[in-house]
């Protein structure tokens, strides 16, 4: 059992007093006391010191406060070709004047509903940093898209994050989509202060039934970026969620990703693709709970890393005792471009059902040397030819973002990396 310090870096915000959410509170300060801040013996944190990155990164922690935005800065940081709804955010903090409004979806403060269940999906003992947010996070925004609810474009929601050294970004979301609902999330964080940060972000999604959830969160956010994202999802009979996350940039990022299939007919789908150089560390860990019979899940990670860059993938199925005829699918591949970049890969099977369909794999290697002669014997450089090749190793994640202004940004965003960095 660990308990708070005079080392532990987060005690003064720990310390601070809250008027919302006491219970909630009380209960993640003393998950967050018994667990303490993660170390390499930890089974989870094993291969991510990310305690050791806060305190050498990051100084005298305090929450940070939003900072004004105008419409200009909103416009300007949305994509070429976005149609849909935008949420803008202010270091974590819910900007409702610069939000668009969104006809029959409620959007709102979680500290004006009346009956909230914050933390009845992402539990704080399953991890520190979620503790930790549920512990000290200011506010959040609740969504709500009512029953038989299609929106019909997605929803960005657009971090802007500008913060002192020091400073704890603690974003909050909860999501609730009724039955026979349909809403597809994108997630961005624009960074626009040269500071090192802390960003430690909390999101809950429960689905009703026959409910289809997209999420997709790009993490592109320059090298000074220290990230732990918590995502946990519960859907319910013949309903659906994606989940596909794309890691470009940042000093340290941690993405938790968990899925509760609690239905019949259900289908589970997670996503990843992480391109790494210089020294930016990406762990992507995954869970999915198979509790019912006749779900389907299916996983694909794929990471490209080049100089000192490190990357890890740790990604747990679990299918209970009553899960018959689960089928589950997980996959992990990586490419290494130096000697010096790391992967370290883990795909995990716990079965407790006979009747099921389960695989799971990882490979780790170089670019293919014949594929690349061939390509040059045909008159393409070097270089040329090995964008390309990494560029259709990366296809097979890419394909699966349904919207296209979406899809057509981050293949930009891919095809300019591999091109120029790689």
Not at 114 to 129: L, Q, R, Y
Request: proline fraction near 3%; charge should be negative.
């Amino acid at each position: 059992m660990s308990t708070l310090t005079s080392q532990d870096p987060f005690e003064g915000i720990l310390a601070k007093p809250f008027s919302t959410f006491d219970s909630q509170r009380k209960l993640a300060l003393e998950s967050y006391q018994k667990q303490g801040l993660p170390s390499l013996k930890s089974e989870e944190y094993k291969f991510t010191a990310i305690s050791k990155k806060i305190s050498q990164s990051i100084s005298n922690i305090e929450l940070a406060k939003p900072y004004p935005l105008s419409k200009e800065d909103v416009s300007k940081s949305v994509f070429k070709g976005f149609e849909g709804y935008v949420l803008v955010f202010s270091n974590g903090i819910y900007q409702d004047e610069l939000s668009d409004k969104i006809k029959g979806v409620s959007v709102d403060l979680i500290s004006k509903q009346e009956n909230t269940e914050i933390g009845s999906i992402a539990k704080v003992e399953k991890d520190p940093f979620c503790a930790l947010n549920t512990a000290t996070f200011q506010d959040g925004i609740f969504i709500h898209v009512p029953d038989k609810m299609i929106v019909d474009q997605p929803i960005l929601l657009l971090n802007f994050v500008k913060a002192n050294d020091g400073q704890v970004i603690q974003p909050r979301i909860w999501v609730e989509a009724g039955d026979f609902a349909e809403v597809t999330f994108i997630e961005r964080f624009i960074n626009s202060g040269p500071e090192n940060y802390f960003c430690n972000e909390v999101t809950e999604i429960k689905g009703g039934k026959n409910t289809h959830i997209r999420f997709y969160l790009l993490q592109n956010e320059g090298d000074n970026a220290i990230h732990v994202t918590n995502t946990e999802t519960d859907i319910k009979e013949d309903s659906s969620f994606t989940a596909l996350t794309i890691s470009l940039s940042g000093e340290m990022l941690r993405n938790n990703l968990s899925l509760n299939i609690l239905g019949s007919n259900s289908e589970g789908n997670m996503y990843g693709l992480y391109l790494l150089d210089g020294t930016t560390h990406v762990d992507n860990h995954t869970n999915v709970d198979h509790t019912v019979p006749h779900a389907e899940s299916n996983e694909l990670y794929k990471g490209v890393l080049k100089d000192k860059s490190r990357g890890v993938f740790n990604g747990k199925i679990f299918v209970r005792q009553d899960a018959q005829k689960t089928n589950a699918f997980q996959q992990n591949n990586n490419i290494l471009l130096s000697d010096d970049a790391i992967i370290n890969t883990k795909p995990q099977l716990e079965i407790w059902a006979d009747d099921v369909k389960c695989s799971h794999g990882c490979t780790t290697g170089q670019l293919d040397e014949e594929a690349l002669f061939y390509l040059q014997a045909r008159g393409i450089g070097k270089a040329q030819a090995k964008a390309l090749l990494l560029y259709a190793f990366t296809g097979e994640v890419l394909e699966h973002i349904k919207d296209e202004s979406f899809k057509s940004y981050c293949i930009d965003l891919v095809q300019e990396k591999l091109g120029t960095n790689f």
